[in-house]
């Protein structure tokens, strides 16, 4: 018998609303909470247990790695970040990477070093075009940089340098271009805003517009690299090689770890202009190093692609009788829009029936499944899905 433990909130900051239950343990594409009872998970911590729970592969590199040697010092070299390093830009094309604990370093990285390539290269120029709705991260940067509704006022004065244009319209992005713009980020798929996918040749026509003007084409991967549509990087479905690159959620396979990727002639920081404590550790970087193998083998890729239509083709079906307005996503980033703003409330419904589904929006539920979930258990989770919208009456 598990013993469920209490939940007593009193000294935490009460940065978010929670179910009442402890989350104990996991496996695969299932958790328990305290009390014993399963939970079929198509969130997966945010798209980031791209193995799914406690994978065998993420448990022996911890082990070996920690018996081994857990963090030298940032000081010294250790063998797991060079090969993670190494493997990523091997995929990539990307010549160099630097390595953090969270997709919003990584993006704040992203941004200092197109200032400083604008600084050195650009005379001067610091803006970065980024997009309505767009989400890059928690910091003050990152989210002046975000599109979110009402960020800018939360904590003034919000950091300057952001140019906001819609995501999805190049010709926007080609007039907002000025002599101060340093760079354009995008996502390639935007991921909190509800899984908005661009228009075909959007990514394509960045690349070439960017190039065109002499400013930087930054892709925020951090939710749609490491497999997560299907490809190793988003931005491979149009063959649209940017020339910075940052990756986190399912880099780490569920603990912290992303990525700045850059080109070698993009890569201008110099020694003092970047670093961090805990960056690049041999511990997570071990972890690291296990997930790219992984995920980068060309039948698992496949396979998340197959699945993906699997999952699509269920709620497309789905759709038809419930009223979804759209089914979207790109391998196993999927969202649907109902025809209700009930998309929380299915989200409850769902969590008391044992099954874990997102609601980003009032009305859009997002599925981001372990990239290795079975065709069995996206199965069941539809058949689940399916039962909780009659419930709620979407
Ligand atoms: C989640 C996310 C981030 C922020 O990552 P954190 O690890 O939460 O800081 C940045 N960009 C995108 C596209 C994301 O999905």
Redo the contacts with the bound molecule.
């Keep these: 018998m598990e013993h469920a433990p209490t939940l007593n909130t009193t000294h935490l900051m009460p940065i978010t609303t929670r179910p009442s239950l402890i989350m104990a343990r996991g496996k695969g594409s299932y958790l328990w909470d305290g009390a014993g009872r399963q939970y079929l998970d198509l969130v997966q911590g945010?798209?980031v247990n791209c193995l799914g729970h406690c994978p065998d592969v993420i448990i022996q590199a911890l082990h070996e790695q920690a018996r081994t040697l857990i963090n030298p010092s940032p000081a010294f070299h250790n063998a797991r970040y060079l090969q993670l390093a190494d493997s990523l830009a091997r995929l990539s094309g990307l010549d160099h990477a630097f390595f953090a604990?969270?997709?919003?370093?990584?993006?704040e990285g992203a941004i200092k070093l197109a200032r400083k390539w604008g600084r050195l290269h650009r005379g001067g120029a610091f803006e970065i075009i980024t997009t309505h709705n767009?989400?890059?991260?928690?910091?003050l940067a990152?989210m002046a940089a975000s599109g979110k509704p009402g960020w800018d006022a939360i904590f003034p004065p919000a950091m300057p340098g952001f140019t906001k244009v819609d995501f999805g319209d190049l010709s926007a992005i080609e007039h907002a271009i000025t002599d101060r713009t340093c760079a354009v980020m995008v996502?390639p798929i935007?991921?909190?805003a509800g899984v908005i996918v661009p228009p075909q040749g959007y990514l394509r026509g960045l690349r070439e517009l960017t190039h065109a003007r002499g400013v930087l084409f930054i892709a925020?991967?951090?939710?749609?690299g490491i497999a997560r549509t299907g490809k190793m990087f988003g931005h491979q479905w149009e063959d649209a090689r940017p020339d910075i690159m940052?990756l986190?959620?399912g880099l780490g396979g569920g603990v912290?770890l992303?990525a700045l990727m850059a080109r070698a002639e993009v890569s201008c920081f110099a020694p003092g202009d970047q670093g961090g404590t805990f960056n690049g550790n041999p511990l997570m970087t071990a972890v690291g190093c296990a997930v790219v193998d992984t995920v980068s083998e060309p039948a698992f890729l496949a396979a998340v692609e197959q699945r993906g239509e699997q999952l699509r083709a269920r709620l497309r079906d789905m759709g038809s009788r419930f009223g979804f307005t759209d089914v979207r996503g790109r391998g196993l980033l999927v969202a649907v829009t109902l025809g209700s703003a009930h998309a929380e409330k299915a989200r409850d419904v769902a969590l008391d029936q044992g099954l874990l589904v997102n609601a980003p929006r009032p009305n859009t539920l997002r599925f981001m499944p372990a990239l290795n979930i079975t065709a069995q258990e996206i199965d069941d989770a539809m058949t689940r899905l399916e039962s909780v919208l009659a419930s709620v009456g979407v």
């Design positions: 945010w798209a604990n969270s997709g919003a370093e990584a993006n767009a989400f890059h991260g928690r910091t990152t996502e935007q991921g909190e925020d991967e951090v939710q749609t940052t986190g959620k912290p992303s």
